[in-house]
């Protein structure tokens, strides 16, 4: 079982059962300090893993990155990405 | 099985990134393999393994040229203990708080309250970064599969970063 936050990477490797959380790379298993989402998304990731039955299908877990209507998704993998996620500068989503 | 609309394309976002460089060859990949899942979750033997170039202070850290090495950690440490090095995501984060690109105290937690059969004795870590997706599949993939077949695993979870 493999998390992902990559969709197009993921379904172009296939891995045999995956998870995606739309969240920022980096992230994957929650965000930094948020010990009851990472438990959540660990559980349901591991629970997900023994309801699939289907080769190279993907679960997507129902977790949001910002419900403040921040976007991430601009600046994400641009030049510049490596710096610290900072809210007040995110653009709105889309 | 649709992605949310707002998910990030990271394919053509790395080809314009490394747009000075020649386009990157993505393994693509034509079918699955697939393992059937014997046991229940909750007496399965599960493996945690991550890409976030997560070590032990004390263990030589990754470099970011094609390492395609592995550290072995073990299930008891203690995440102050980590280090992290990679290129290819924000680590301020996990430099704060590993578990949210190698989840060990999760996986204790849910060994703890039985929702997981045993974590296994051993995690391993590597640095996913690696251009070459040859040396991926002849030299790092076989021996990660080895070392977690050595363990006795009924399930590998795999975190990407």
């Known amino acids: 079982m493999t998390m992902s936050s990559a969709w197009d990477i993921t379904r172009n490797v296939k891995p045999p059962r995956a998870a995606f959380v739309n969240f920022p790379l980096g992230n994957q298993t929650g965000r930094p300090g948020n010990r009851e989402e990472q438990m959540a998304i660990v559980r349901d990731a591991l629970t997900a893993a023994y309801s699939m039955a289907e080769p190279g299908a993907v679960t997507i877990l129902p977790y949001e990155w910002d419900e403040a209507g921040y976007g991430w998704q601009g600046g994400e993998y641009r030049p510049g990405y490596l710096r610290p996620y900072v809210r007040t500068e995110a653009t709105p989503t889309v | ?161």
């Open chain 2, 1 to 161: 099985m649709n992605p949310p609309e707002s998910y990030v394309r990271y394919i053509p976002r790395t080809r314009d990134l490394y747009s000075s460089h020649s386009p990157y060859q993505w393994v693509e990949n034509t079918d699955a393999p697939w393992t059937p899942l014997t046991k229940p979750l909750n007496q399965s033997r599960v493996a945690l393994a991550s890409s976030s170039g997560i070590y032990l202070k004390g263990q030589k850290p990754f470099h970011t040229k094609d390492d395609t090495s592995i550290r072995e950690i073990p299930k008891s440490s203690s995440t102050s203990d980590f280090g992290v090095n990679h290129f290819g995501y924000r680590m301020d984060g996990a430099e704060r708080d590993p578990n949210c690109v190698f989840p060990l105290e999760q996986m204790r937690k849910l060994e703890c309250e039985g929702f997981i059969g045993e974590l296994a004795d051993t995690a391993y870590t590597f640095m996913g970064g690696i251009y070459s997706t040859r040396r991926v599949r002849e030299e790092l993939a076989p021996q990660l599969v080895e070392r977690a077949l050595a363990n006795d695993i009924d399930l590998f979870y795999l975190v990407p970063a």
